[in-house]
Each structure stands twice: as C-alpha cells, then as structure tokens.
C-alpha cells in the first residue's frame, strides 16, 4: 500500500514539474530563485534596464497605465515600455499575434483589461487567449485589509491562487438542438496537480499556515473531484501545513462573513474568479487590488479583478493604486526589488498616512490628484537614495 501510494505521488510530481520560485511578492523583497536560474527565463534586458510589454486594455485602462509609466520615470525605475494598443474593438489577428510575440519577446508584460462581448458567441475572449497561450496557469490575487481603508471586515490577509486555463474558460460549447447548449467543463489531473503543488509551495516558501482547496465536488463529483483528489494527494507531501476543503457555496458565504479564517486558498478557474472579485471587495475594491497571471516562462499584471472601469472612463477618479502595486509586483519579479520597495511605500504612504482617496474609498481626490501626491512623495525619496548609491 505505502510503495503504491509513493509511486503515485512520484508520478504526480512529475507531472507537476515546475519552477516553483518565480513568484513575487506583494509587500516584501524577497523572491527566492533556484540557485540554477538567478532570473526568469526570456526577459529582454540590456544595459541593465528592462523592456516589458504595455496591453493598453479598456475602459480607464490606457489612462492609468500612463499614470505606472509616469510614476516609473520620477522613481527611475530601469523599465522600458513597448506599447501595444489592444482593446475590445480589435479584430486584426495580427494584431492580436502581435501582442503574444510582444510578450513571449520581452517575457512580462502588465496590461489593462480587455472587455470581452457577452452578446457575441463568436467573440473570443483575448484575457483567456493571452493567458492559455502564454501558459500562464497560476493567477494570484493577494488580498489584505489598509488601515486607513474602511471596510466592514479587518485583519484579512488571505491569498487567492487560482488554476487560469481549463474549467469553464477553455470555451468548448455547442448548441445541439434549437433551445440546447452543451458547454464543456475541462478538468485534468496534471493540471489540477499542478496548480495544488504551486500553491503549497507558495504557502511554505511565505510562511502560510493552512491551504484550502475550494470546489464544487459533492455535485461535479468526476470533475471537481479529480481536482480535490489531486489537492489531496499534494497535500501528503507537506505535513507541516494545514489542509482543508470547502464547496465553493459556502466558501463565498464563509468569505463574506469571517474572511479572517481564510490563508491560502487555491481553486479552479471560474471559483478563483468569482472568490478574487469578492475578496477584493471586502478590502477596498478593484481599484487597490492587484493581481498576476504567471507561467513558467511568463508573467502577466494587472489589477486582481481584471475590471476594465469603463463606467469611469475619462473621468480622472479612477483609483491607481491597484494597477500601480501590480506594476510594484512586476518589478520585484523582475528582480528591481529597491524600486519596487520605493514605489509600493509610497503608494502606501499616500493611502494610509496622507489618506488622499478617490471616490471609491469615499474620498474627494481625483486620478490625478493621488498620483500627484505619490510622485511628491517619491522624488525626495529618489533623490536621497541615488545620493547614497
């Protein structure tokens, strides 16, 4: 019993094979690189500055990324942009293959969301094409509560990882009879093994306590169930980290009730969207919540919500924050750990010392006003820091 359970557990290792040190971290400087591979493979560098793919995206997504590039030039962060313009109303293929052959060349990228048409079956999602052709299986969304942000919940501090291409999302749907949908729900041991390995590795490399796998198995009993199976066999090889299980029902009602039970939560691709939208929520909202998509070749940030704002577009109250953390996210990946120390604290200064808030967080600030005071804030910082270099 014990030889065969060991050789199964080999054989979904093995399966499992990925470099599990390429994450970032939300809040500190540290990412622990194999002693093999000092950095993540494909990054375009020269002259010690990096160049990373900007995806425009939609809605209030061209103007803030302006406000991360204008931020970025006063902190002199080492960041070169290559800009492609990319939207809901792009239909050129070329286009579309541009953009993946602008990532895969630079090896990150950070974007705004792409709206995706609901009323258009034809329509396809270009998030999801990025993601699953890039191979970007892990989304992480890492929610904590701000002190000067004012929520009925506090203390939260759980992270989100989810699996981001099969489940609902692999867009395999027919209608076989007028009135009849058929729509496929992909679920597979490797990748299910994958990502459970992943976010049991997160948790131990970060000091987390407890992993829980969220599913839907007592109905979706082959699906979701080949995905807790393999949670669970993963969840053998770490005996010094709690592990549990929820059905995701009651996991988005345990979510908006006592959220501080929750450390590290790791799930299926559309539980990991609808759990990533709440949790963001309940510590401030999409506009400072921010996420990243990474594979084991690329990486993609963004806000954790993926919400394009597009009902405050051109309006200047659409809070950076978010989209800026993601891109403090970005460059600790890309191991510019002191930059992104720098941005991140003013980013935080700004939020919680200063308390300058747009309306979001039931302030009176503008886009402009809170990037204004994160520039102010950073230049002394920058200037004192190159003298000391």
């Not at 470099?19 to 970032?24: A, E, G, L, Q």
């Not at 948790?203 to 829980?212: C, I, S």
């Not at 577009?313 to 720098?342: F, R, V, W």
Request: net charge positive; proline share 4%; with cysteine.
């Amino acid at each position: 019993m014990q030889r065969t359970l060991a050789k199964s557990l080999s054989r979904l290792l093995n399966l499992a094979k990925i470099d599990t040190t390429k994450c970032s971290i939300f809040g500190t400087q540290v990412v622990n690189y194999s002693q093999k591979q000092t950095e993540p493979k494909y990054l375009s560098r020269y002259g010690g500055r990096n160049t990373v793919t900007l995806l425009t995206g939609d809605g209030v997504g061209p103007e803030l990324m302006s406000y991360v590039q204008e931020v970025f030039r006063h902190a002199g962060a080492p960041i070169d942009f290559e800009e492609v313009e990319i939207n809901a109303t792009t239909k050129d293929p070329e286009t579309m293959r541009g953009a993946l052959l602008s990532v895969q060349r630079n090896g990150v990228a950070i974007k705004g969301n792409i709206e995706t048409k609901f009323d258009d079956p034809s329509f396809k999602s270009m998030n999801v094409e990025l993601r699953t052709q890039l191979n970007l299986f892990a989304s992480v969304v890492w929610c904590r509560s701000i002190p000067a942000v004012k929520t009925r919940h506090n203390n939260i501090d759980l992270i989100l990882i989810r699996e981001n291409t099969e489940g609902e999302y692999t867009n395999f749907f027919h209608e076989n009879v007028p009135g009849v949908v058929e729509s496929l729900k992909i679920i597979t041991s490797e990748k299910s093994t994958k990502i459970a390995k992943y976010a049991f590795d997160f948790a131990k490399r970060h000091g987390r306590k407890k992993v829980t796998a969220i599913h839907k198995a007592n109905i979706m009993k082959l699906g979701d169930g080949l995905f807790l199976e393999s949670c669970r066999k993963i969840a053998c090889l770490y005996p010094d980290i709690e592990f549990n299980d929820m059905i995701i029902d009651n996991a988005s009602m345990q979510m908006v009730s006592r959220p501080q039970q929750f450390d590290v939560l790791v799930m299926p691709n559309l539980y990991g969207n609808i759990l990533s939208n709440i949790a963001a929520g309940l510590v401030g909202g999409p506009g400072v919540v921010p996420g990243m998509n990474l594979g084991e070749d690329y990486a993609v940030f963004e806000l954790g919500t993926r919400n394009s704002g597009r009902s405050l577009k051109g309006k200047n109250i659409a809070n950076p924050s978010g989209l800026l953390l993601a891109a403090c996210d970005m460059l600790d990946y890309l191991g510019q750990y002191e930059h992104a120390t720098l941005i991140r604290d003013s980013v935080m200064d700004v939020l919680c010392e200063k308390k300058i808030h747009t309306p979001d967080l039931g302030g009176q600030a503008t886009t402009l006003e809170v990037v204004q005071a994160i520039v102010d804030d950073i230049k002394p910082k920058a200037r004192s820091w190159k003298l000391m270099k």
